[in-house]
């Protein structure tokens, strides 16, 4: 089974690191992911507003303990918990669902999972197809297993991925000033495709 620090890891050393507040971004203000504009109510605003003053800001930002706490169990109890993360019996499946979450919302990582899934189904040869609700119910878990257990894991991480990209040109082609976040597409892997 997946393993969260694995997977927090993954997203936060990969894309979710530093501490950012740009005007175009529309997360706003945001720290290793957690959006100020989403979640104004997060106990970590106050130890980063405290910490706003200093000479080292963003850097210092680092060394409190206690905010990298907060930061982990913010992940884990928001994004991870709502996942499942720890049923999912694949950890690139489930890293690529949480980096999801973290950056869309856990409902858009869910709906691209059931999408994916009933792409996956063979017309419904191997499981029928799901209701598109990005609610992560029992369905969509057992859903998930048939799909992994019917040989479909690397189509299933390819397809996920294809979903992000797809998320992310649809939010360029809407609005110009996102294209400045043209790094996104570097979240979008796909297994045996190589630079």
């Known amino acids: 089974m ?6 927090y ?7 979710e690191g530093k501490y950012a507040n740009n005007p175009n971004d529309r997360g706003k203000e945001t720290y290793k992911g957690v959006s100020r504009r989403a979640h104004p109510h997060w106990r970590g605003w106050k130890n980063i507003d405290g910490l706003k003053g200093s000479i080292h800001f963003p850097a210092i930002l680092e060394d ?6 907060m930061v982990l169990e913010f992940y884990e109890e928001n994004y991870w918990n709502r996942i499942n993360g720890n049923e999912i019996p694949l950890q690139d499946v489930a890293e ?9 919302g856990v409902e858009k990582a869910v709906e691209h999972l059931q999408r994916a899934l009933n792409l996956l189904n063979r017309k419904e040869k191997y499981y029928k ?8 119910g029992t369905n969509t878990m057992q859903t998930l297993m048939r799909c992994i257990y019917s040989g479909q894991s690397r189509r299933l991480f390819n397809v996920l991925n294809l979903y992000q990209g797809k998320f992310y040109i649809e939010i360029m082609e809407h609005s110009e000033d996102q294209e400045e976040f043209i790094g996104w597409f570097e979240r979008v892997k796909l297994k045996g495709v190589t630079a």
């Open 9 to 15: 890891n993954a997203v936060i050393k990969g894309y």
């Open 129 to 136: 197809n799901l209701l598109v609700d990005g609610l992560l």
């Open 64 to 69: 409190d303990a206690d905010l990298q706490k």
């Open 2 to 7: 997946a393993e969260f620090l694995k997977a």
């Open 96 to 104: 690529e669902i949480l980096d999801m979450a973290v950056h869309a």
